[in-house]
């Protein structure tokens, strides 16, 4: 039997529009009273389709700057999109560097919050909160506001919802990159463990042999355009060839 759509893109794109000027002083505003900041384009994705059955673990490649985060982002409903459209089966989530945390709230508002996006209720939340707590190795921080943890704090603490609590589609933008060896351990873990089962998971990284090991599928994007997707080992051989 065919396995079913998690998620379909069609001809979805994103443009940023920057402003190269910095009129951000009185004395700048009136010098350039009739001449405007110099906007800029930035294509960041251009007219792309995909389609990522449920339960696939799909690798997001290519150079700083391709567009991968721009497309998660699409993907996930961050951003609406310029163009297209996506439909998604299911919950999402999107875990990178706290995405979706707010730094004025401590771990634990941080856990109620985001396991109300996710759908859950109070009382599931408080059934998960300590396996969270533990798995994020953050008990003594626990009334601390995420702003005066580390990068890799508030990663453990974000992959830490999203395992215990996670959504059906899962989007994983970069979250090897940070936190210690022994918390990459543990990341990696995971993706050996029954949770990935059914879990359709999109992992952006740069470390080719997690992409080896546990995607499915790969995508290879470069300047804003989805140059092939399908076999892990033919993108991650066109990354290759594209960093020479
Ligand atoms: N919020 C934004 N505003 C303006 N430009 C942006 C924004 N986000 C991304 N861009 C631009 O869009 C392009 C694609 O960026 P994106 O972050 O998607 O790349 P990436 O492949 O994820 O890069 P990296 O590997 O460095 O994380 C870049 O030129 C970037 O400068």
């Given at each position: 039997?065919?396995?079913?759509?998690?998620?379909?893109?069609?001809?979805?794109?994103?443009?940023?529009?920057?402003?190269?000027?910095?009129?951000?002083?009185?004395?700048?505003?009136?010098?350039?009273?009739?001449?405007?900041?110099?906007?800029?384009?930035?294509?960041?994705?251009?007219?792309?389709?995909?389609?990522?059955?449920?339960?696939?673990?799909?690798?997001?490649?290519?150079?700083?700057?391709?567009?991968?985060?721009?497309?998660?982002?699409?993907?996930?409903?961050?951003?609406?999109?310029?163009?297209?459209?996506?439909?998604?089966?299911?919950?999402?989530?999107?875990?990178?560097?706290?995405?979706?945390?707010?730094?004025?709230?401590?771990?634990?508002?941080?856990?109620?919050?985001?396991?109300?996006?996710?759908?859950?209720?109070?009382?599931?939340?408080?059934?998960?909160?300590?396996?969270?707590?533990?798995?994020?190795?953050?008990?003594?921080?626990?009334?601390?506001?995420?702003?005066?943890?580390?990068?890799?704090?508030?990663a453990r603490?974000?992959f830490s919802?999203?395992v215990?609590?996670?959504?059906?589609?899962?989007?994983l933008?970069?979250i090897f990159?940070?936190g210690?060896?022994k918390f990459q351990e543990k990341a990696v873990k995971v993706f050996?463990?029954?949770?990935?089962?059914?879990?359709?998971?999109?992992?952006?990284?740069?470390?080719?042999?997690t992409?080896?090991?546990?995607?499915?599928?790969?995508?290879?994007?470069?300047?804003?355009?989805?140059?092939?997707?399908?076999?892990?080992?033919?993108?991650?051989?066109?990354?290759?060839?594209?960093?020479?």
């Amino acid at each position: 039997m065919e396995k079913e759509i998690a998620i379909k893109a069609r001809n979805i794109s994103k443009t940023f529009h920057i402003s190269e000027d910095s009129h951000n002083t009185v004395k700048h505003r009136l010098f350039n009273l009739f001449n405007p900041p110099r906007s800029r384009e930035v294509p960041a994705l251009k007219s792309l389709s995909l389609e990522i059955k449920k339960g696939e673990c799909i690798g997001l490649l290519g150079r700083n700057g391709s567009g991968k985060s721009t497309l998660v982002k699409l993907l996930a409903g961050v951003y609406p999109t310029d163009s297209g459209y996506v439909n998604i089966k299911g919950s999402t989530m999107l875990m990178n560097l706290g995405v979706g945390m707010s730094h004025e709230l401590t771990a634990r508002e941080n856990i109620y919050v985001s396991g109300s996006v996710l759908g859950l209720k109070i009382k599931e939340v408080d059934a998960l909160f300590d396996k969270i707590v533990s798995f994020a190795e953050l008990e003594e921080f626990i009334d601390t506001k995420i702003k005066f943890f580390s990068s890799g704090m508030v990663a453990r603490l974000g992959f830490s919802i999203a395992v215990n609590a996670g959504a059906d589609v899962m989007f994983l933008d970069e979250i090897f990159a940070v936190g210690d060896a022994k918390f990459q351990e543990k990341a990696v873990k995971v993706f050996e463990s029954s949770w990935i089962e059914g879990r359709t998971v999109i992992l952006v990284s740069h470390s080719m042999e997690t992409i080896r090991q546990y995607c499915h599928r790969a995508a290879y994007m470069k300047k804003g355009e989805l140059k092939y997707f399908g076999d892990t080992g033919t993108a991650i051989d066109m990354y290759l060839a594209d960093n020479q």
